[in-house]
């Protein structure tokens, strides 16, 4: 019996960890994240985040919102 949560729901191909770049773009901040870890689709591409990598990022946005930067260019990162 084969498990369907590591299939992906929208091809059928099927899902493995790696990373990918997350880009938010907003008002007057754009902030680009790279090396951030994520479920990935082999076939299609998609991609799929953790609740608590999804909260870290939010918290890696509002940083960069908060001193006022144009533009971020940054690593993921554990934020405290």
């Given amino acids: 019996m084969s498990s369907t949560k590591n299939i992906c729901p929208l091809c059928g191909g099927f899902k493995k960890q790696g990373t990918t770049t997350f880009t938010v773009d907003m008002e007057d901040t754009l902030v680009v994240i790279r090396n951030v870890p994520a479920t990935l689709c082999s076939l299609c591409g998609n991609e799929w985040l953790s609740d608590e990598i999804a909260t870290n990022i ?22 405290a």
Wanted: charged letters at 35%; hydrophobic letters at 30%.
């Fill in 58 to 79: 939010e918290s890696i946005v509002n940083e960069a919102k908060k001193i006022h930067r144009q533009v971020e260019v940054t690593q993921y990162r554990k934020v």
